[in-house]
């Protein structure tokens, strides 16, 4: 038998939890405000929930639109250009 798969931060999220821990956020972090066409860093802090995948981490991009409590963040990958919808907690406003 091959081995599975056991998913997509297998192995990676020791790193994580042991940098971005939920407690040292205080509500300033949490509660964030973009405007639309402002540059914004994806930077992956807090819990492990819904957290963008590792591939965009430090990616720098421009909010497109407001969509619930998180934000449509349109990045470019060489070439190609992807839109994700990141929560404002794994955002920081690029200066």
């Known amino acids: 038998m091959s081995k599975r798969s056991q998913g997509l931060l297998v192995g990676k999220t020791r ?37 963008p995948h590792p591939r965009y981490r430090g990616r720098v991009g421009t909010v497109t639109e407001r969509r619930g409590s998180a934000y449509a963040v349109k990045v470019r990958i060489m070439s190609a250009e992807r839109t994700l919808i990141v929560p404002s907690i794994h955002l920081e406003k690029v200066r």
């Open 15 to 51: 790193h994580l939890a042991r940098h971005h821990k939920p407690s040292t956020l205080n509500t300033n972090t949490i509660i964030k405000q973009f405007a639309v066409g402002e540059k914004v860093a994806i930077v992956p802090k807090g819990g492990m929930h819904n957290i």
